[in-house]
């Protein structure tokens, strides 16, 4: 049974930032918090633009990127929902055991490392012409975006998930959002600190994944992904490494 459409104090005016990256950000975190719950109706989107204190035209892309990535759906004549499957549940267990120490770096890219690697091989052969063109689209974003944290991670981001989507197969978005989710944090760390040439290499990588999907070559793409992973792995504990400076230098640790 549908809820009744959620009071608009869940929302607060958008002031800094890029504004579409802003909104999206802050419907994706109430629907994470369980603030907005499955089946649940926004606003309209003139309501949700006078409540963010944006455009609307702010609104409709933001909540095009959301319906994108499976978090939205829109129901013809009536509204924009909360989508009944979305990664909330997921997140918010692996988050859980994340803080609680039972999951660490090395236990989600051991699963990256199987999930993307065959999300990678199924979207060589099931992607169609308008994923393919969402994914150069995000990897544009990308490239204009090398110096940008928050732009180049979301654009990452949504490179990640439109592959999960060209799998055909809607278990695979819902899995790739929560862990992507879960990885946020240690991502943008690893922007700040990791050697200029990071991001390059990281663009190179998307760039033979994407190469191997156009021509339908199932086995580059897994191995391209692969080799990607590896290096993002390599990184990834640079989190810890820059902690533990700062920590040290506060006295914080002998």
Do not use: W
């Not at 994108?68 to 129901?75: A, M, P, V, Y």
């Not at 590896?230 to 820059?242: I, T």
Request: charge should be negative; proline fraction near 4%; glycine fraction near 6%.
């Amino acid at each position: 049974m549908e809820r009744q459409r959620v009071e608009h104090d869940i929302y607060r005016p958008v002031s800094k930032g890029s504004l579409t990256e802003e909104v999206v950000s802050q419907i994706q975190d109430s629907i994470l918090a369980n603030e907005l719950r499955p089946g649940d109706q926004l606003p309209s989107q003139r309501e949700l633009a006078a409540y963010l204190g944006v455009s609307a035209t702010v609104v409709r892309e933001a909540l095009k990127t959301l319906v994108e990535r499976g978090l939205l759906e829109t129901r013809a004549g009536i509204g924009t929902f909360v989508s009944s499957l979305t990664p909330q549940i997921i997140a918010h267990s692996l988050s859980l055991h994340f803080q609680l120490g039972k999951v660490s770096f090395d236990h989600l890219y051991e699963v990256r490392n199987t999930l993307d690697v065959e999300i990678a091989g199924l979207a060589a052969v099931r992607a169609k012409a308008a994923e393919i063109a969402k994914m150069k689209e995000a990897l544009q974003r990308m490239d204009n975006n090398l110096d940008n944290p928050e732009k180049y991670i979301n654009a990452d981001f949504d490179f990640h998930l439109v592959l999960a989507h060209s799998t055909q197969n809607p278990i695979f978005p819902v899995l790739t959002l929560a862990l992507l989710d879960l990885l946020q944090e240690n991502r943008a760390y690893v922007f700040r600190h990791a050697p200029e040439d990071y991001r390059k290499i990281g663009q190179a990588a998307h760039y033979a994944i994407l190469g191997c999907v156009e021509r339908g070559d199932s086995d580059g793409a897994r191995n391209a992904m692969r080799e990607h992973l590896r290096q993002s792995e390599s990184y990834s504990h640079l989190h810890d490494v820059v902690s533990g400076i700062s920590a040290q230098d506060d006295g914080l640790h002998p």
